[in-house]
Nanobody, 128 residues
Framework: QVQLVESGGGSVQAGGSLRLSCAVS????????MAWFRQAAGKGREGVAC????????YYHESVFGRFAITRDNYKNVAYLQMSNLKHEDTAAYLC?????????????????????WGQGTQVTVSP
């Protein structure tokens, strides 16, 4: 059984930083794209960042570009999201996902159907 467990969320003031982790068990992520999504209260799920299986092709939502960084450690089967200069509008539940595909494409990486497994999410709350 594949499981994705996110951790590292919490409450911070605007301008603060957090590092999210996504530990995957039950499968190897070596040949899969990894991504982070977020869902704010009352809103839909939006793609935050993704990287391909080699970690060479990376895409970000425009609102987090330059503030967030996605990385992965295939040996540990873990993906990370380093978040800096957090803003109140970053408040959301953050979920990681494993794609059905190895590569990342700019025009499709945010499509939910491209992901086969999802975590339960970790809450990030940023106070103004």
């Amino acid at each position: 059984q594949v499981q994705l467990v996110e951790s590292g969320g919490g409450s911070v003031q605007a301008g603060g930083s957090l590092r999210l982790s996504c530990a995957v068990s039950g499968m190897n992520i070596d040949n899969h794209r990894m991504a982070w999504f977020r869902q704010a209260a009352g809103k839909g799920r939006e793609g935050v960042a993704c990287l391909n299986w080699k970690g060479t092709d990376i895409y970000y939502h425009e609102s987090v570009f330059g503030r967030f960084a996605i990385t992965r450690d295939n040996y540990k089967n873990v993906a990370y999201l380093q978040m800096s200069n957090l803003k109140h509008e970053d408040t959301a539940a953050y979920l990681c996902a494993v794609s059905r595909y190895a590569s990342s494409y700019e025009d499709s990486w945010t499509l939910l159907d491209e992901y086969s497994h999802w975590g339960q999410g970790t809450q990030v709350t940023v106070s103004p």
